[in-house]
Every structure is written in structure tokens, then in C-alpha cells.
């Protein structure tokens, strides 16, 4: 109680005001980089990622800035004073804003860190999703159900988090296709590797291959053609699994090749 009433003495009520506009200027100016930012990803796909992670920077910074700014107005900021009170305005902010600071300070880290970068594909705590925004508070992402998901930066430096792409545009894919054990493999493996080529999406300076293995299905024999792919662009991560998927089936069909069933060995008698 003492702590507070120490503190209360060093506020200056006429910036109060001031305090506040300097922070809704802040949100004002943050909220015109994203849309700056977000309009020239836009017209400069090829940067799309550079220009959002240097968004996200731009932001915390400008966030940084305003509440220093508000501070000042906000406190009587002499020397004598900072001196005086600095144990007491660490202890009372400490307890005040434990969670905050833990999550801006996270924020920091991740920026420096680079575990993951805005316009990476992250999978996190059991959700997939591209990472959006890194912000004072949260990370956002969007998951490929358009769903946005808000995680407190402190989360990341606890927990694993999984990144696709690592800030490169293109990223692998993979997609599995299952065969009965008595079907032409060499022909089935050759009709999914010509539709991974075929596909618009795909990013063939990367290799692309088809692995076999064989994997049961219920009761049925099966061998699992899994196909590895780099996509163009990770935006079109779904319309490319949907182009290879209907290319493999037609071809599948036209050329009968079959699916895994439960096949019966007969054994003639002795």
C-alpha cells in the first residue's frame, strides 16, 4: 500500500490526456503500417514475406515507442526520481503486468530468435496454420479452415513449435495414395510422379519423388505411394493437394489400377 502511494505522487494528472492520445496514436500509425505493409505484400508476391515479417517489426516498435512515449507524459520522469522510486516501480509494474511483460518480452525474443516468421506455416499446440501477425501480446495464426487463433507469445518459448517453410515461399507437400499389394507398381508410382509434374502449383526446381512402403488398411493389404512435392507458393498448399489428387485418381481409373481389398490366399490340399 505504501509502495502505491509512493507511486501515485510521481503521476502527473495533466498528462494523463496526453498519455491517452499518444497511445491511440500509436494504434493509429501500427494500424497504417499493417495495411501499407499488407497492400504491398499484395503487389510484390515475390517479397510477400519479407514485407509481412518487416511489418511485424515495424509494429512492435511502434507500440514500443508509444507506451515509452505515454510514460513520459504520463510520470514525473526526473533523475531524482527514477532513482528513488526504480525498486518501487519495478515491483508494482512486475506484479501488475507479470503476464504482459512476459508475452512483450517473448515477442522480442521470437522476432531475434526467428523460430518461426510471419508467413511461415507453423503447427502449434495441435493447430496448423500460417503465422499472421507477430504482435506485442500474441501470435496469430490462420489455420487453412480460416479460422484465426490468438497464442500468448510466452507460449513459444515453452513449448515445441514446427515450421514448414521456414521463410522460404516454397514449401514441401505431401500427399499419400494407397494400392492394393497386387497392382502394377511401377505403373502406379509413374502415373502419380507425371501428375505431380503436370501440376501447375508444383515447384519442380525441387526434386519431387514418390516413396513406397507397405501399410495395412483395416484388414486389406495395402502399399502406400506417398508423394513429395515442393509447392510454388505456399498459399496454394490446398489447390495443389486437390489438382494431384484428382490427376492420380483419374489416372488410376483409366489405367485400373485398384485399391487396397482383403485378398484370399487358397491353399490346395495335400
Given at each position: 500500500m505504501e509502495e502505491s502511494t509512493e507511486l501515485l505522487q510521481f503521476i502527473r494528472a495533466e498528462g494523463l490526456v496526453p498519455a491517452i492520445g499518444l497511445l491511440g496514436l500509436a494504434w493509429l500509425v501500427a494500424g497504417g503500417v499493417s495495411?501499407?505493409?499488407t497492400n504491398l505484400s499484395e503487389r510484390?508476391?515475390?517479397r510477400r514475406l519479407a514485407l509481412q515479417q518487416a511489418k511485424s517489426i515495424l509494429r512492435l516498435l511502434v507500440f514500443v515507442l508509444g507506451f515509452a512515449a505515454a510514460a513520459a507524459s504520463l510520470f514525473r520522469l526526473s533523475s531524482e526520481a527514477i532513482l528513488a522510486l526504480s525498486g518501487t516501480i519495478a515491483v508494482a509494474i512486475g506484479f501488475a503486468f507479470r503476464d504482459l511483460l512476459a508475452s512483450i518480452i517473448a515477442g522480442v525474443i521470437i522476432l531475434i530468435d526467428r523460430p518461426f516468421q510471419v508467413g511461415d506455416r507453423v503447427t502449434f499446440d495441435g493447430y496448423y496454420?500460417?503465422?499472421?501477425e507477430i504482435g506485442l501480446r500474441t501470435v496469430r495464426l490462420v489455420t487453412l479452415d480460416d479460422s484465426?487463433?490468438?497464442i500468448p507469445n510466452n507460449k513459444f518459448l515453452t513449448e515445441a513449435v514446427s515450421s514448414s517453410n521456414a521463410g522460404a515461399l516454397d514449401m514441401l507437400i505431401q500427399?499419400?495414395?494407397h494400392i492394393g499389394i497386387d497392382q502394377d507398381l511401377r505403373k502406379a508410382k509413374s502415373l502419380v510422379r507425371e501428375a505431380l509434374v503436370a501440376c501447375q502449383?508444383?515447384?519442380l526446381a525441387k526434386p519431387a519423388i514418390v516413396v513406397v512402403a507397405p501399410v495395412s488398411i483395416g484388414d486389406a493389404a495395402a502399399l502406400r505411394l506417398r508423394a513429395k512435392v515442393?509447392?510454388?507458393?505456399?498459399k496454394y498448399e490446398k489447390a495443389l493437394e486437390s489438382d494431384v489428387t484428382e490427376r492420380v485418381i483419374a489416372a488410376?481409373?483409366?489405367?485400373?489400377?485398384h485399391p487396397p481389398a482383403v485378398l484370399i490366399r487358397h491353399t490346395q490340399a495335400a
Open positions: 495495411r501499407a505493409f510484390f508476391t515475390d496454420g500460417e503465422v499472421v484465426l487463433i490468438t500427399i499419400d495414395f502449383f508444383s515447384y515442393y509447392i510454388i507458393d505456399l488410376f481409373q483409366l489405367h485400373r489400377v
